[in-house]
């Protein structure tokens, strides 16, 4: 069956010029004409920006120099990217296979991937066997939300904090949990952070937004204190707010009002995209570390996290991702990250969480391995705070029986 590609926007992704113009021309030949060419990470992500992201289909070669085709896909999830992609590597199979993992792990629609030197054939028969499952033939964006909407829900009080528990793995003991913010939506129920949180960074909202989730959590934080729960609350702060010169007064001036200590909090910093200007970043986070406010880096390993901020920021705790965490013990490739970033930690002597334990497998390799701390579904999925009480009696209950299988 002949199907009308003209329709479908495709972004090539290559450093090397060669692989662009032979791409093109292959893509040409099957009829798909609105091809954009992009060079870099950087320059296709500026692409995406400025169109709003509208490419239906993304070829991305994974190895290239400045940002590769891994980092390249964390930052597609951050956009919420919709439509299909392509890998093409001349890597070995291995690899490719690992990676093609990570994507489906972050839910993009993989075609497929296809090795180099890239036969027309294939990507004519990956090409139209997505198309053929699409319906009406055409990518159906999801729900985006306006920067009017997301500001009227902050000052309505519309978004809530959940929270996750981070416990340690030797003892079960809970030593702290995770605030995730979700938006109550009147019309579609609960509004996870990965639908509005790009969007607060894009159109200002990130500073308020963070304030009223910190004030949230600093409240909450007092009254478990008050009923004598003593692990730390943390809580994501996105390098938008750091670059903001006035944020580690404005936390100080909030734990001093609420009444809680700094050292009673962690902020997990994310990168969600670069920053202009990296030393008002590190000026914010020395002083919170001053402060005694403990810091974490979130999601090591992806973005653009990278041993240099490390050496210079005073980091108590680092967080393996997710994607190197579940089923990292049957995966050599994920078990060579999730050892590095172990590796890491205890050399600079500072506690590692692994993120997105979903199982017992996972739960006994990290005590296998030697991570002080554990967080994921495994151990509870995010809950609101009344669940906790709850929560904490179940959990007691099966520390045993997850302490039993020998070392
Ligand atoms: P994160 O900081 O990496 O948070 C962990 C995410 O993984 C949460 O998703 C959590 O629900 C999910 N998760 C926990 N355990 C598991 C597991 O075992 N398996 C899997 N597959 N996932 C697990 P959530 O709540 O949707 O949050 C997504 C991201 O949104 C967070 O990633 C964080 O970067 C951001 N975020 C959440 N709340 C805030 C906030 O208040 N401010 C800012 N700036 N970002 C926030
Ligand atoms: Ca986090
Ligand atoms: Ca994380």
Known sequence: MMIDLSHVRVMVLDDEPFMLKLLARILGNLGLHQVTLCDSGQAALAALDAQEMVSDLILCDLNMPTMDGVQFVRQLVDRQYQGGLILVSGEDDRLLQTVEKLVRAHRITLLGSLGKPVSPDALATLISQWIQLQPAHLPKAAKTYHAEDLALAINDSKLVNHYQPKVAVATGQVVGVETLVRWEHSDDGLV????????????????????????????????????????????????????????????????????????????????????????????????????????????????????????????????????????????????????????????????????????????????????KLAQGYFISRPMHFDELPGWLEEWQERVPDLLSTRL
Request: hydrophobic content about 45%.
């Open 192 to 371: 996870y952070p990965d639908r509005f949180i790009r969007l607060a960074e894009k159109h200002g909202l990130i500073d308020e937004l963070t304030r009223n989730v910190l004030a949230n959590a600093f409240r909450q934080t007092k009254s478990w204190r008050r009923a004598g729960l003593g692990f730390r609350v943390a809580v994501n702060v996105s390098m938008d707010c750091l670059a903001s010169l006035d944020f580690p007064d404005f936390v100080m001036d909030l734990a001093s009002t609420v009444g809680i200590a700094p050292a009673d909090i962690v902020l997990e910093i994310t990168e969600s995209r670069q920053i202009s200007d990296i030393r008002f970043v590190l000026d914010s986070l020395a002083r919170l570390s001053l402060m005694r406010f403990g810091l974490s880096i979130d999601d090591f390993g992806t973005g653009y996290s990278t041993l240099a901020q490390l050496r210079d920021i005073p980091f108590d705790e680092l967080k393996i991702d997710q994607s190197f965490v579940h089923r990292a013990w049957t995966n050599k490739t994920l078990r060579a990250l999730y050892d590095t970033s172990l590796g890491l930690a205890k050399q600079l002597d500072i506690d590692a969480v692994a993120e997105g334990v979903e199982d017992r497998q996972d739960w006994d390799f990290l005590r296998h391995t030697g991570c």
